[in-house]
């Protein structure tokens, strides 16, 4: 089996990252005029809606200040990362400090705070802009809405909950991947032994109750008493978001030197690879049922850049972990399928959303799923993975 | 141009109505244990989803008490019927009678009375279901949901809303179509001089303020004072929506001899169908942006099924009504693409969902959207419409 070429591809992330994917968003998605950033872009640059979701902002000032901490001190760089973040600051919070689902251009609300991941993404890009700025506003928001997230984690969208309780609720495999990324960033920034608690809960929370070894599956809904009712939301699987979250779960488990919980992550996410391929046309599935029972939602079988990117991620991290051949056959091919569909070389970034046989059905950059987030994370965090690799 | 062969489309609406869709659903969505009826059901009929949509129970009910009500007197419809009405009775309202959204199989919420649109099928259900059993109470709860719902109509979401106010939140086409319609089912059983205001207003609200003479589009988000912003919302349009709205117009508007309203629907109907069809796989597309700027839904250029029926209802009434040969040859266009992708000759029923090239990409039968309404509907009124033509 044939070794990654880490020279070439180290430079090819790197290349596509500083003159392709970053461009684009510095050129065409800041608002100088009321601050923050414009989002719905087309595949041009050219802005199809004004309205501003909070997630995306706080994804975007994350991108620019890491880019700023990790790869050069460029100030047009810390300069985007400021224009997010004092936005976010301003206009984010409703008045009981949580952040608002969307507001418009101006900054005024039009959605309320429902949804506990705007308050997510706000923590990561407050955590990375103090990290650059050294303001002491950026961490104290930081730490201030992370532990409000940890109050309200029990009835996250509080009154606008419409489930009513039952006693077979599931569990959300979102909440704890999510938090076992941010809870770590937290620890690097903040010295609070509660972080590495909450840490090794989630890794044990996705690894016993998500990851089910029997099934040799990874399950995003899973009852309070470990079972799985045999209806859709029991035997959904989401490909992308399983390698995504095996991912994180490697790199925490790698850093503690905890080698089972790494071995069962690599084993979870081969077989999740294995099962979400389309053979036919190449290419992650978005949904699946793990009986093949019909999917709810109609665009289970399109693709995707998100699951693609987090699979690049995912395979050479693995293979960097483990040493693994699997892994950097399973990068090779992704990495053909992803840099033959999802790239835009007229006019920078990527697009976002192919058919089955991976004809693009939209030619957008942003909108209120996509922003500057996964594709200049993956390209950094290969192309980081690549550095490393180099050296061996 | 060729006439239509109302015969032989009679025959073959007729024949698919009661040899085909209808003993489908009675054979598979009956829940003779809890009351009710299943509606997650794969292509053969097999269940893969317990829960109980409130939506799609009144609207099974409305469909079988319509059938013992305008085709024959048979017993198992009557009974068909009943099992959906008593179960909407005994487990379908909260405390403050509205319907909920989601209930398990025996009957207990699992989802809130959030909304309105629930309720709007209950009481076409039990309206239906009244005239067929001759049941008083059904009547009563018809009449007292409908006006429950005239006092929810300024924020039918309730305490649910996620929306801020601001001064320039749209006017939605749905609500006023839909209370088109049920007023003037609330009309033919109940004596009230209100259902026709509330009609007439429907009317003037759909023609004047949606569909717009000026860019020759029927847009489904309007804004309070008429106008329409640059935005995804004031762009967007549903085909399939605005020609089962313009049918309902018509329909409307020529009972009342309003022949302004009928040529004017008739048009809007022409442009929706010229914009909405794809010249290049055929079929009408699910939703589309007025200046062919980015789509937020991921599945706007699928085929699904109800757009199809809904047009083939539109158009054999339009060609009924105005007698033009446009909406012939549209009908005949629409009949031939949908009868060769949705019927499913095998099980019974139809299909629903086809990607953009009409290859299936669901098999299911019913799920949460789809049930047993638009195409026993559209077979029945197809039927009808054939049967007045012949004597003609």
Chains 1, 2 share one sequence.
Request: a negative charge.
């Amino acid at each position: 089996m044939k070794q990654l070429d880490w020279t070439n591809l180290a430079e090819m992330h790197k290349t596509e990252l500083l003159e392709s994917v970053m461009p684009f968003w510095l050129k065409h998605s800041m608002d100088r005029e009321c601050g923050g950033y414009l989002h719905h872009l087309d595949r041009d640059g050219s802005i199809f809606c004004t309205d501003k979701m909070m997630w995306m902002q706080g994804r975007e000032v994350y991108m620019f200040a890491r880019l700023y901490n990790e790869v050069e001190k460029r100030p047009e760089w810390l300069e985007a990362a400021k224009l997010g973040a004092d936005f976010l600051r301003k206009h984010g919070r409703d008045e009981n400090g949580d952040f608002y689902f969307l507001l418009n251009r101006q900054g005024e609300p039009l959605r309320v705070a429902y949804n506990i991941y705007s308050d997510f993404f706000a923590v990561m890009a407050m955590l990375e802009y103090a990290k650059a700025s050294k303001e002491s506003w950026a961490l104290d928001l930081a730490v201030e809405t992370f532990w409000k997230i940890m109050a309200r984690r029990g009835n996250p969208k509080g009154r606008y909950n419409k489930i009513l309780p039952r006693p077979d609720l599931p569990s959300d495999h979102t909440f704890p991947m999510i938090l076992l990324n941010v809870a770590g960033m937290m620890q690097e920034s903040v010295k609070d032994d509660r972080f590495e608690e909450l840490l090794r809960d989630c890794l044990n929370r996705i690894m016993t109750k998500h990851v089910d070894e029997t099934h040799k599956a990874v399950f995003e809904f899973v009852w309070a008493d470990g079972s799985r009712p045999d209806e859709p939301a029991g035997r959904f699987i989401n490909p992308g978001h399983a390698i995504e979250s095996m991912w994180f779960v490697m790199e925490a488990a790698h850093k503690r030197g905890m080698t089972d919980l790494v071995d069962k992550a690599a084993e979870a996410m081969l077989w999740t690879a294995e099962r979400g391929w389309d053979d036919e046309f190449g290419g992650f599935y978005y949904f699946l049922d793990f009986k093949d029972r019909p999917i709810e939602a109609l665009e289970w079988n399109i693709k995707l850049w998100w699951p693609h990117t987090e699979a690049l991620i995912g395979f050479m991290l693995a293979h960097e972990i483990t040493g693994r051949m699997e892994f950097a056959n399973w990068y090779r091919r992704v990495h053909e399928y992803t840099f033959k569909i999802f790239p835009d070389p007229e006019f920078g970034e990527w697009i976002a959303y192919c058919d089955r046989r991976g004809v693009p059905t939209h030619f957008l950059k942003g909108n209120k799923w996509k922003c500057c987030f996964h594709v200049p994370r993956t390209l950094l965090n290969c192309w980081q993975i690549c550095e490393r690799m180099k050296g061996k």
